[in-house]
């Protein structure tokens, strides 16, 4: 069984900076792939970027060039974003799988609770 806890919320101005990240247990060939989602309410969850364990990364178009996604080893995440946008207020939730990285929630088997990120104009 596999338990990801998230930290690092909070609030900020828009152009500011946060820096998630994502605490996993468990066995580590469940998690080949490690993932950032988030959820507006009003929205169904999409995806912010991924992660596999050999470091291939990918993103949504809305965050490529403000949002970094890293691994520091086969548990832990983090996903470093900067110049905040309103838009980017959301439900943060970190993932993991052990298939192939996609863009598909049900790729990822295991979720942490999440955690709020509030943007302000």
């Known amino acids: 069984q596999v338990q990801l806890v998230e930290s690092g919320g909070g609030s900020v101005q828009a152009g500011g900076s946060l820096r998630l990240s994502c605490s996993a247990s468990?066995?580590?060939?469940?998690?080949?792939?490690m993932a950032w989602f988030r959820q507006s309410p009003g929205k169904e969850r999409e995806a912010v970027a991924v992660i596999d364990r050999l470091g291939g990364t990918a993103y949504a178009d809305n965050v490529k060039g403000r949002f970094t996604i890293t691994r520091d080893n086969a548990k832990n995440t983090a996903l470093q974003m900067n110049s905040l946008r309103p838009e980017d207020t959301a439900m943060y939730y970190c993932?993991?799988?052990?298939?192939?990285?996609?863009?598909?929630?049900?790729?990822?088997?295991?979720w942490g609770q999440g955690i709020q990120v509030t943007v302000s104009s």
């Open positions: 468990g066995s580590t060939s469940a998690m080949y792939c």
């Open positions: 993932a993991a799988g052990s298939n192939y990285c996609t863009f598909r929630q049900f790729t990822f088997a295991f």
